[in-house]
């Protein structure tokens, strides 16, 4: 760690004891910030085995959370480090405060050594949205800048009801849009998985999977039908357990080559590239057994 007065002269504090020994061979983009009283030290480790449903990424991304940070110790006790996203392709993030005091994260979606369609175009990879962070029960809460309700045009959707089968949603518009799910299960042992398929089509067997199982509390998203595949050596299909799924929100923003999905006002996120071809634009629910739902979908600009 350095430090400096005027960001012209730095001095050498010494290294930083982050108390993660062994963990991965190099850590990448560190980022030390405060955040609600809290010390929050976001980092991109790799060399870490997948443990579960967890490090399935070629590399990962995520955070540990200190009580203090004494910069005479340059030590970070903390109670271990959580992984921040867990979509195929969130990496690299940075972070910086608004005029406002927030602070706003982007991540590099995408990732080293691994290959994506665009590469033959010399094109390679993109930001994700502006997301803000909290703090909220020891975790980093991650949630899309207010800002972008501005790019919302026409509501092409907006149903709600109960459901029991599949309900295919009529739209035109290509891949460009922001989708609002929430779900309500039945207070029953015998909860079956609901899915909801965006850049569908049917006729082809295509799209990209989003389930969740109440049963399991587990969210799981699957790429493997969803247009031109690739990086399949690292897996098709992350999962997240998530605590409570009697209720869940959906909070989603499709793009031409990316889905970004926030669970739960942020408790999750699922940040992943897609290469969707023609005709993958459709968009269903299904349920096998009964849900109370509402859907709300906007055209993005």
Request: aromatic share 10%.
């Amino acid at each position: 760690m350095y430090r400096s007065a005027d960001a012209v002269e730095w001095e050498l504090l010494g290294e930083v004891d982050a108390g993660l020994p062994d963990f991965g061979f190099m850590w990448e983009c560190p980022d030390l910030f405060e955040i609600d009283g809290k010390t929050v030290l976001l980092f991109s480790p790799q060399g870490l085995e997948p443990e579960g449903d967890r490090y399935h990424n070629i590399y990962q991304t995520g955070y540990v959370i200190a009580d203090d940070f004494r910069m005479d110790e340059l030590k970070l006790a903390h109670d271990g480090f959580q992984e921040l996203d867990a979509g195929f392709d969130f990496y690299a993030t940075q972070t910086a405060e608004s005029p406002d005091g927030r602070r706003i994260l982007t991540a590099w979606m995408g990732l080293p050594e691994i290959e994506y369609p665009t590469d033959s175009e010399d094109w390679a990879h993109c930001l994700t949205l502006p997301r803000e962070l909290s703090l909220k029960d020891g975790k980093l809460m991650q949630q899309p800048v207010r800002e972008l309700v501005a790019l919302r045009k026409t509501k092409t959707v907006s149903d709600a009801g109960l459901l029991s089968e599949t309900k295919r949603f009529g739209r035109d518009g290509a891949n460009c849009y922001e989708l609002q799910l929430e779900l309500t299960f039945p207070a029953s042992a015998d909860q079956a998985p609901v899915t909801l398929d965006l850049c569908e089509d049917a006729a082809n067997d295509k799209r990209f999977r989003i389930t969740l199982d109440p049963s399991a509390k587990k969210i799981t998203i699957d790429r493997s039908r969803c247009g031109i595949p690739f990086a399949e050596d690292f897996g098709t299909t992350r999962s997240l357990a998530v605590e409570q799924m009697e209720k869940v929100k959906l909070q989603i923003f499709v793009d031409i080559s990316s889905i970004e999905i926030f669970v739960n006002d942020g408790e999750a996120t699922f940040t992943s590239r897609v290469f969707p071809e023609a005709g993958e634009t459709g968009l269903s629910l299904a349920a096998g057994s009964t849900i109370d739902y509402s859907l709300d979908l906007w055209e993005l600009a």
